[in-house]
């Protein structure tokens, strides 16, 4: 049981990734990428934890979703400080 919850945590992971870069590509904007990877990350967090409720139906398997936002949101801050990071970059080599 908890494999698939693995899985289903690391398919989400790059789901959201794959969502961020595709707006990056859209709009040319990190920061946009950034917020897109944020708002995906609690939508998705939700989602992970309806599937978990479905599937293991305890009241506290929404504590699964919980812990997959969480990741999630760990993982837009890392895309944020990136952006951060490149935009810092290109201020100074345009300096």
């Known amino acids: 049981m908890s494999g698939f919850f693995l899985i289903l945590m690391g398919v989400f992971i790059v789901v959201v ?3 961020g870069y595709i707006y990056y ?3 040319k904007s990190l920061y946009y990428a950034a917020f897109t990877v944020l708002l995906s990350a609690v939508f998705l967090g939700a989602i992970g934890g309806a599937i978990a409720l479905f599937v293991i139906r305890d009241a506290f398997a929404i504590f699964y979703g919980m812990q997959i936002a969480y990741y ?5 801050v890392i895309v944020f400080s990136i952006a951060i990071l490149a935009t810092v970059k290109r201020k ?3 300096w």
């Open 92 to 94: 100074l080599t345009a």
């Open 17 to 19: 990734n794959l969502i």
């Open 72 to 76: 999630l949101l760990i993982n837009s």
């Open 25 to 27: 590509k859209k709009k």
